[in-house]
Structures are given as structure tokens and as C-alpha cells.
DNA sequence: ACCTGTCAAGTCTGG
DNA sequence: CCAGACTTGACAGGT
């Protein structure tokens, strides 16, 4: 099994290169002229871009292929104080430079609206924001002009004291959403509702990838054991999707499943013994190497998305542990095999 | 240069 | 019904 590891969004490593400046609403409003403070606004876009752009730059020359953008990389456009902003075509340029950068490099980036994306919300106005964002978010990923293989993952959502009720709101709403944004989603266990097995079931049913986030499933396991019996059916639902993926898009091409789109977790540690949910500065080998053990003959590509406080600096701090491992070998500085 | 309280957003819990 | 926790990076305003 091929693993290749990646990070989120900011680099401990590369100095000054946020991707995720922003304005608050109030100091937006401040401002008097407001064409001056979307302009602004447009600035701090621009270099949010130009930040991910030397982002990738590193990953490129320390052979990182993995990696989530920041969800954030045009402030406050999804809120109501930039109502009737367009940024996306003084953007276009940027965002596509971004896009070029990753195509020409053949690497998987994704983007992970934050938790107030919630597609089981009973509120209308939330529902309404939710997916307003959820089409932001996909609409960026176009703007690079990047294909389906670019994800956006999202937590199922709340449960409001009847999870059946909420996943029927979710259920009857999924087929209304822009086939862009459709097409594009992937569902993730959660660490306090949704377990692994409940959010797989539903991945399933509407058909789309599921996210496998070991430390959440450490934290809600629900009834189930290690996460390495879920971990057939979720493999099939990334081998569907690309199935999907390949039949609407005549230009993609894959001779064996997996090679297309290798399925994706995510690896966490928790902070300490009392706040065992936050992430911690970095990864312990285990329980992610025995579950990468388990899994290594039935799977020919993973990635794996390194959550940590250090960022890079955990991923290569991981790289270094794993190597030690006698069934690892390094193939270079961000990819493993470990044989089957 | 550095420190601290605050920030657009949702949900859940406990009082 | 309402206040506070949750969690995160960065702003904003102070020294």
C-alpha cells in the first residue's frame, strides 16, 4: 500500500504565509466608503491566494501531495454585510494560478467548510447560509479549475434530539443541491454525534465518499470495534464515486480502482487526558499505524490528512516515526509504502 | 514587539 | 428560555 500524507491549510514552516487574513464584520463596516472596503476585502483575497500559492510551492519541494485549503481564503464573502459582491472575476487569474500550480503537479487538495455548514439544520435562514457556503465553497474549486477529485468535506450535522429527523432533512435535501456541489461532497464521522458506522451508512445511501477520522472514531465509536471493520464498505464508497466520476467526465481516465481517487482519512491525537477531542501538536504512530497495518492488503493507495497544531511540522515529525518502522519504506518525503 | 479580549457564523448542555 | 462551552486563527486595540 501507497500512503501519501498531507496537512491543512497553514504551514508552521513558511513564514508569514497565512491563507486565511480576513476583516471583521465591524471593522468592514467602519470603513465609510464601502466600495473601499470590498476593495480591501479583494486585497486581502489576493494575497490569501498568493499565500496558498507559496504554500504550494513547499509542499512541491518537500514532496507533500496532500493538502486542504483554507476555507476562508476571500473574508466575509458569504456574509450578509458583502451582499451583491462578486469577487470571483477580478479573482479569476489567481484562483486559476493556484489551480495550474496543482494540476501541473498531479496533487489532491480538498476544502472542509467549517461546523456552521449544517445540512440537517430545522432552521430555514441556516439551511438557506449553509448552502449558500457549501456552493462558495465548490464555486472556488472551479475557479482553479480543478476537477470532481477536489472534495469539500462536511460533518453530516446536528441531531436535535432525533438523529432519523435530521438525517431525513439531510436525505430529502441532498438531490436538491447543485449537482457541482453534489458532486463534490464527502461526508466525515463526527466526534460527539454522527459515529462512524451512522455516517458511513448514510454516505452510502446518497451516494458519496466517506472521510474516515480515526481520532473522532477513537472518541465516538458508538458500538463498533477498531475502525478497520468499517473500513471495506468505506473503501467501495470512494470506488463508486469514482465509478460516478469517470462516467461523467470523459477525460478522466483510471485502469484500476483506487488510482483515480485513493479513499482519505483523516489522523489526529488527542491534545491530553482531559481534552481528549482537540487536536494535539502532533501524531502518535499508534493507533494510525495499526490501522494502516490492517488495512494494507486490500487497499493500494490511502491518503492520509495530518491534523495537528504543528501543521507540516507534525507531518514530518510522523514521516520520521513511520520510517523507523520495519514494514515502512520511504519513497519520499511525504509518501510510504507498507507492505501488505 | 508583544499581550489580551474579541470575532460572522451553530449546536449542545445545564441551569 | 438563556448563558456559556466548544474551538481556532487572526484581528483590534492596548501597552
Known amino acids: 500500500m501507497i500512503v501519501r500524507f498531507g496537512y491543512v491549510a497553514m504551514s508552521v514552516n513558511v513564514a508569514n504565509a497565512s491563507p486565511s487574513k480576513t ?94 455548514t449544517v445540512m440537517t439544520t430545522p432552521r430555514a435562514e441556516v439551511l438557506r447560509i449553509s448552502i449558500a457556503d457549501l456552493e462558495h465553497q465548490a464555486h472556488m474549486l472551479t475557479a482553479m479549475g480543478l476537477d470532481e477529485r477536489a472534495k469539500c468535506n462536511i460533518h453530516i450535522g446536528g441531531t436535535y434530539g432525533d438523529k432519523p429527523a435530521a438525517l431525513a432533512r439531510f436525505r430529502e435535501r441532498f438531490p436538491e443541491l447543485k449537482p457541482e456541489v453534489r458532486h463534490r461532497l464527502t461526508l466525515e464521522n463526527d466526534d460527539k454525534t454522527y459515529t462512524a458506522r451512522e455516517t458511513l451508512d448514510f454516505a452510502e445511501e446518497i451516494g458519496v465518499p466517506m472521510v474516515l477520522d480515526i481520532h473522532h472514531h477513537q472518541i465516538n465509536p458508538g458500538l463498533d470495534g477498531p475502525p478497520e471493520e468499517l473500513w471495506t464498505r468505506i473503501r467501495h464508497t470512494w470506488e463508486r464515486n469514482e465509478v460516478d466520476m469517470l462516467s461523467r467526465d470523459p477525460h478522466m481516465q483510471a485502469s ?85
Open 256 to 340: 484500476q480502482p483506487g488510482e483515480l481517487l485513493p479513499p482519505k482519512v483523516h489522523s489526529s491525537s488527542p491534545r491530553n487526558e482531559q481534552n481528549r477531542r482537540a487536536h494535539a501538536d502532533y501524531v502518535e504512530p499508534e493507533p494510525l499505524f495499526s490501522f494502516l497495518r490492517a488495512i494494507a492488503a486490500e487497499t493500494p493507495r490511502l491518503d492520509v490528512m495530518i491534523e495537528a497544531k504543528q501543521k507540516d511540522g507534525a507531518l514530518f515529525a510522523l514521516m520520521k516515526d513511520l520510517s523507523d518502522l520495519p514494514e515502512v519504506r520511504r519513497i519520499d518525503g511525504a509518501t510510504i509504502e507498507i507492505k501488505g
Open 23 to 116: 476583516m471583521t464584520a465591524t471593522s468592514f463596516c467602519q470603513i465609510g466608503d464601502r466600495d473601499a472596503a470590498l476593495r480591501k476585502l479583494g486585497r486581502i483575497a489576493e494575497e490569501n491566494l498568493h499565500n496558498t500559492l507559496r504554500l504550494l510551492r513547499h509542499n512541491q519541494a518537500y514532496d507533500i501531495h496532500v493538502f486542504r485549503f483554507s476555507s476562508r481564503l476571500i473574508p466575509l464573502v458569504t456574509h450578509q454585510v458583502t451582499e451583491g459582491w462578486e469577487p470571483f472575476s477580478f479573482l479569476a487569474d489567481h484562483f486559476r494560478e493556484v489551480g495550474d500550480y496543482v494540476r501541473l503537479h498531479g496533487m489532491r487538495t480538498s476544502l472542509h467548510p467549517d461546523h456552521f
